[in-house]
């Protein structure tokens, strides 16, 4: 195959959340005895949407959002590439459904990527991948994710997590932002940290997986439910994260202090501190950006990206980090050539 000419790069990034807002206050007036204040030092989640919406009504509003912004012919978009945990059904992929909401070509490749808090960056890679190729011209990445296995009466994982999507255009031409090289990984042997254990091949669901369980700290979750060992995921991402972005500094001949700005998967407020602090990356260029959002899995770079996007200039480095479930880890360089149209 013919590799084609021309730096594959980012069009242009829109997002789309629910309605629905849950404040740190709503949550204590549910909760009752329960610490707006102390979630907030710790998470630094304020605000979270959540809605009743489907995966694929979220990744199409964010599309249309998308090409209604940028003036996007739709009939150009050859590929869809659709980054979820939550999708639709287990079949058949929520890609396809969104390629029919979003009314694109027939001749249009799409398919999901199962993956989350590094799904963003492992979706560029792909993205990079099929432009790079040939086999894709103009390529709509979108990630998107909802809070459906979180169970309700579970405070630890509802103060963090939101809902939302987000859609990336990508091509050679027109771009705002050059994507480089990336570092990959992935640890197996840390899944059940981070999982939901039942629904799959593997444990199906059953009256027993939907048996609440309630914990030490009062939480109440079902092997139905996301379960999160918190310190397990503070470790890896101590581990991890510097390690994947010295590599791939290292990858695109970048040092740390040619990075103007530093976007790395919004986890929490503890975990992103931490590590700034640990590499010591001054505030200034380090990304905090969850208050409002919350965790929204793989959409919090493309969010936080666009939400920064009128400070960058031409030339400028922004480091891109995702790490987390799986586990598994992406980081990548982009350099920035202009403003979105």
Known sequence: MNVIEGAPGIEAVEYWHPAQGASNDDLA????????????R????????????????MAAAAAEKLFQAHSVDRSTVDFLVLVTQTGDYLMPATACIVQDKLRLPHTCGAFDVNLGCSGYVYGLSIAKALLTSGAAKR?????????????????????LFGEAAAA???SRE????????FDLGTDGAGYKNLIVEAGGTALPHSEETARGIVDEAGNVRSRDNLFMDGMEIFNFSMRTGPATIRAALEKNGVSQDQVTLFILHQANKMI???????MNIPKERFCIDLEEMGN?????????LRNNMEKL????KILLCGFGIGYSWASTVLTWRGKQK
């Open 29 to 40: 007036r549910e909760f009752g005895d329960w610490d707006a204040r102390k979630a907030y």
């Open 42 to 57: 710790v998470t630094g989640v304020r605000n979270r949407y959540v809605g009743n919406d489907r995966l694929s009504d």
């Open 139 to 159: 390529l709509l990445l979108i990630t998107g994710e909802k809070v459906a296995h979180i169970n309700k009466n579970d405070r630890s994982s509802r103060v």
């Open 168 to 170: 990336t255009l990508l």
């Open 174 to 181: 027109n771009i705002v932002a050059e994507i480089g090289g």
């Open 272 to 278: 992103l501190e931490t590590l700034r602090a640990r």
């Open 296 to 304: 929204t899995s793989s959409c919090t770079i493309p969010i936080a």
């Open 313 to 316: 200039g031409g030339g400028d």
